[in-house]
């Protein structure tokens, strides 16, 4: 018999359990992880590519700073989070996106949908998605225009003299024309970034060197990203336009699917908790999206099905919880019925 007065236990108050990860370092990592795309839009755009980005991030900084300071709540900016914001916003704009434009959509992303709901952890949507859903809704011209592939775009945003915007891959899918696409790109142009579109996710390849550096960091999960493209995947070799498994490869390496599967799709406060949630979640992404890119009248479907799929994470999260300790099943859908 164990003489448990004489273990000399020692209780303390909770947390029990300490990580070294902070907001900081995991915001580290995704700034990290998102490099490869930077420096591929570098060299693929021009160095338009590098001041958007920049501009983009100062801009949700100096944001987030103000309103911080404004209504006398602790800064936040040291978390590195606005900067993310700030990236992954300029990521799904195009090279020639006016540089004043994306102060707009930095404000709408920050104030609006971020700090005006308590700021981070506590918004519903993701705010750089918002933000470009919001300029895609006041800037359609702007924000559908796209460099042929391989021009450089002009310092100070919008088209360089005598150059006549593209149709990017995913316009051709949109028609079927796989043909047509095939004359613009192969697979490979796909997979390495030597398409139009917009600047950050245009190289699936960077992604997902990105993707599973944050995998391997542990700062994401793989339920997700891979559920999503995984789901994208299947429907599209399944019901293609055209071409079978070549239509789906096209369409996995097309648009922003990488980039929302890895960097947006997985945000913390935006997604679910459980690894059950976030594999439902991944798949409900992936349909949204193949649905709306052969539905809807908008060639890309990544943007609003990722926030579709935002505003369903409170419920997924309510029926894919674990069942407490010392709870049975049947006292857990009482307590869910109430």
């Known amino acids: 018999m164990t003489d448990y007065k004489n273990l000399k236990l020692i209780a303390t ?5 300490r990580g ?6 995991i915001m580290l990592d995704v700034i990290i992880a998102m490099c490869p795309a930077l420096i591929w839009a570098i060299i693929y755009f021009g160095v338009e590519a590098l001041l958007l980005t920049a501009v983009s991030v100062i801009g949700c900084v100096v944001f987030e700073g103000l309103y911080r300071k404004l209504m006398h709540k602790p800064q936040s900016i040291d978390d590195l989070s606005a900067v993310v914001t700030g990236m992954l916003l300029a990521f799904v704009c195009p090279a020639t996106t006016p540089l004043w434009m994306i102060l707009i959509g930095d404000f709408f992303a920050i104030i609006v949908v971020k700090q005006l709901f308590g700021g981070i952890g506590k918004n519903f949507l993701n705010p750089a998605l918002a933000g470009r859903a919001a300029l895609l809704a006041s800037y359609a011209g702007a924000m559908t225009t796209w460099l042929p592939a391989g021009t450089k775009a002009a310092i100070g945003g919008g088209m360089p003299v005598d150059v006549v915007s593209a149709a990017t891959p995913l316009a051709y899918l949109k028609t079927g024309d796989l043909e047509g696409l095939k004359q613009i790109a192969s697979v490979g142009d796909m997979f390495l970034g030597k398409v139009g579109g917009s600047m950050g996710e245009v190289s699936a390849l960077m992604l997902l060197i990105g ?5 391997w960091r542990k700062v994401i999960n793989w339920q997700t990203p891979v559920a999503y493209i995984a789901t994208v995947a299947v429907l599209t070799v399944l019901f293609p ?6 239509y789906m490869l096209y369409s996995i390496f097309g648009g922003g699917l990488f980039l929302g599967a890895f960097f947006m799709a997985t945000d913390y406060a935006t997604s679910p908790v459980t690894k059950k949630g976030q594999l439902i979640y991944g798949i409900g992404c992936g349909l949204f ?3 709306i890119r052969y539905f809807g009248s908008y060639n890309e479907g990544v943007c609003y099905s990722i926030m579709v799929m935002n505003c369903c994470t409170a419920l997924i999260d309510k029926y894919t919880k674990p069942v407490r300790f010392g709870v049975v099943k049947s006292d857990k859908k009482e307590a869910a019925a109430k």
């Open 20 to 25: 070294s990860e902070t907001t900081r370092s």
């Open 13 to 17: 108050s909770n947390p029990h359990i």
């Open 211 to 215: 993707g599973l550096y944050l995998i």
């Open 241 to 246: 336009k055209a071409g079978g498994a070549e």
């Open 289 to 291: 999206t193949v649905f």
